[in-house]
């Protein structure tokens, strides 16, 4: 029902709603959960805007035949995106052995196009979505590990056959209904104090998933990348597995396991499921978890 609303109504979710904060201190988890709810399914919401930019870019990363030359004007339309791109770009993490990066142009060649479209659309969700002055130690945590995330994806999805930077996007973006859920929890009117995350914390877990999917709808993502916003915990579906998201699944227990986690923790029968769709076996555990730890100690 609210994706069909969504398509049907041009103005889904550029009105204004806020989160019903009477009495907000004195709610358990789940009247939080019920009111964040509430938010999340109003027509009038207004999710956290991704950059135009990073929108187009990503647009335009979808057709089979896109050229440079078409999306060097899209990044320097936004500089301090662009100039986070090129430092990412020249990072460890991206880099390897290579030398610097010195213009759009080489940071694009060296990445690729879909790599260069993930990178940026990470430069954006970290200076635009994960922010929130009420909660910036928890949106920190959630931002390193959603790239924590993004990355073991990566690697894990080269184990199979399924498509790597698909898998990227997917781990960069599956927790962005946290993100969502803590900005509506601390957008208080002034003088009043949001509430210690602490408290609020399973019923942003719990919502997550519904503001993810409803993000995700928003800012015109593709469907399948959704999907996987909405369904990455519980990945079996009417007796169907859904592969990337048990690659999402598994990569969120072994971020959690080298101490990437985001307090959500994964229970050992959805992490035994997820490697069996992946036909990938218990034995494989600990070399999954070398590799990660490699790859949160690379970006640090």
Known sequence: MREERAKRDPNYGRGEVSLDLSGLDMLDSDEVLVRLRRVFESPLYNPPRLPASAVKLLELCRKPDVQVGEI????EDDQLLAAELVKLAQSAAFAGSGT????????IVRLGLKRTSDIFLQASLNMRVFRAKAYQKPMEALRKHSVAVAHIARQVSRDTALFDEHAFLCGLLHDAGVAAALIALGDTPRGVKPLPFEEISDAVGMAHSL????????????????????????????????PTSAVIEL??????????????ESHPESVLK????????????PRLEDRAAEIVAKLG
């Open 72 to 75: 060097i004007p899209v990044l």
């Open 100 to 107: 610097g990066v010195n213009s759009l142009q080489e940071a």
């Open 211 to 242: 503001a993810g999917g409803v993000l995700g709808r928003l800012w015109a993502l593709p469907p399948e990348v959704v999907f996987v916003m909405e369904h990455h915990h519980h990945f079996v579906i009417d007796g169907h597995a859904h």
């Open 251 to 264: 990569s969120n227990h072994l971020a959690e396991s080298v101490g990437c986690g985001f307090g959500q």
């Open 274 to 285: 997820a490697l069996s769709v992946l036909e990938l076996k218990s034995a494989d555990l």
